[in-house]
């Protein structure tokens, strides 16, 4: 976030970025040396690109990591194998990377997507739902490769009695592909990293965040790609993990709040500035470097239509308050907030998000005291 006199300054730079320290100083009334500083400021923020003040217009943050199609077919009658069944099918966008991103992007925020897809009609849908929101120029196309999809066969209850995920096309996002992106990323405001890329991916853009001291969020994804994530996480200002997914990491069974309480030291030995374990609608714990450790109760919603959307909301939240520059437990209220309006819509990024509305839903929270 800006202070008064950054923003005046930056606001002259924009229109003549050829000005000279003192005539900034002279225009706003300033000693020279305070402009040297604001500039200095600007600069680290990531406002300002260097001389001559080039003002940096591009991408506030960079969702990296998947996007799939995916489709759920309901059962009409009970399943009969080796022949056809009669069903009801649906079909959403969907990739963590690519939730997240259009979350942001209906917060009014810039942002880009850097994914893979295949040339087909299914990362045409992808396209076609997405860029209104995102930029979607860095999202590449493979030829030998199918665009991501998951496909779901619900029995009539909504319970899974078989799921089929195609997503080898994410193996291709790995080092050498993350690499030819250094330069853009170095730009980044912040970015959110899915771990449905490879270890190295990851590895990689840990180690640009760290050295070009970029805020690094990571969304694991599951438990199974908590192989994706190193032991060295030194650099990643946010994770956000649920139990599962820590249990899996650390091999280690819950069995007590205090066991959760030593999990999140486990993260924050590992390097992690700032770590979140959620667990479902059970109390989230949060801890940090500088040893805050706190407690949040989720909202209850009254109506729920899909949670396939919670997590991801719950992260766009999260970074959209940071990114505004409120403190770690106000960003986790946005975070909260954003999933319980979340999993009372049919759609996986609700259609209703907007900056406004977000800020609104979570004073109203507040004010009824359930967040």
């Given at each position: 976030m800006l202070t008064q006199n950054e923003q005046r300054v930056l606001a002259l730079i924009e229109k003549d970025p050829f000005l000279t320290q003192q005539e900034i100083a002279s225009q706003l009334d300033l000693p020279r040396s305070t402009v040297a500083t604001i500039v200095s400021s600007l600069t680290n923020k990531k406002q300002l690109l260097g001389r001559a003040y080039i003002v940096n217009h591009g991408a506030e943050i960079f969702c990296?990591?998947?996007?799939?199609?995916?489709?759920?077919?309901?059962?009409?009658?009970?399943?009969?194998?080796?022949?056809?069944?009669?069903?009801?099918?649906?079909?959403?966008?969907?990739?963590?990377?690519?939730?997240?991103?259009?979350?942001?992007?209906?917060?009014?925020?810039?942002?880009?997507?850097?994914?893979?897809?295949?040339?087909?009609?299914?990362?045409?849908?992808?396209?076609?739902?997405?860029?209104?929101?995102?930029?979607?120029?860095?999202?590449?196309?493979?030829?030998?490769?199918?665009?991501?999809?998951?496909?779901?066969?619900?029995?009539?209850?909504?319970?899974?009695?078989?799921?089929?995920?195609?997503?080898?096309?994410?193996?291709?996002?790995?080092?050498?592909?993350?690499?030819?992106?250094?330069?853009?990323?170095?730009?980044?405001?912040?970015?959110?990293?899915?771990?449905?890329?490879?270890?190295?991916?990851?590895?990689?853009?840990?180690?640009?965040?760290?050295?070009?001291?970029?805020?690094?969020?990571?969304?694991?994804?599951?438990?199974?790609?908590?192989?994706?994530?190193?032991?060295?996480?030194?650099?990643?200002?946010?994770?956000?993990?649920?139990?599962?997914?820590?249990?899996?990491?650390?091999?280690?069974?819950v069995e007590t709040p205090e066991d959760v309480e030593e999990l999140v030291e486990n993260w924050l030995a590992l390097g992690v500035e700032n770590v979140i374990i959620t667990r479902g609608q059970s109390s989230t714990f949060y801890g940090n470097q500088v040893g805050e450790r706190k407690q949040f109760l989720p909202p209850v919603s009254p109506y729920v239509e899909d949670v396939t959307g919670a997590g991801d909301s719950y992260a766009s939240g999260l970074i959209y308050g940071q990114l505004q520059g409120y403190s770690p437990v106000e960003s986790i209220q946005l975070a909260m907030t954003n999933a319980y309006h979340t999993i009372q819509s049919p759609k996986t990024v609700r259609l209703d998000l907007t900056q406004d509305i977000l800020e609104k839903q979570t004073e109203e929270l507040k004010e009824r005291g359930i967040i």
């Open positions: 990296i990591g998947g996007m799939n199609i995916d489709r759920k077919y309901l059962l009409e009658a009970e399943l009969m194998p080796k022949t056809s069944n009669p069903v009801t099918s649906s079909m959403s966008v969907g990739g963590v990377a690519r939730n997240i991103s259009e979350n942001l992007g209906r917060l009014g925020l810039n942002v880009n997507l850097l994914s893979i897809g295949g040339r087909d009609q299914d990362f045409e849908t992808l396209k076609q739902a997405t860029e209104p929101f995102v930029n979607f120029q860095h999202v590449t196309q493979l030829g030998d490769y199918s665009t991501g999809s998951y496909v779901a066969l619900l029995d009539d209850d909504g319970d899974m009695q078989l799921a089929l995920a195609d997503m080898s096309v994410a193996d291709t996002m790995n080092r050498e592909w993350i690499s030819s992106y250094q330069n853009l990323l170095a730009q980044a405001k912040m970015i959110a990293l899915d771990l449905n890329v490879p270890l190295e991916t990851t590895e990689y853009v840990i180690e640009l965040a760290r050295n070009k001291d970029i805020p690094l969020v990571i969304i694991p994804v599951s438990s199974p790609k908590m192989a994706h994530l190193p032991r060295q996480l030194e650099g990643v200002k946010w994770l956000i993990v649920n139990l599962d997914e820590s249990e899996t990491f650390f091999n280690k069974k």
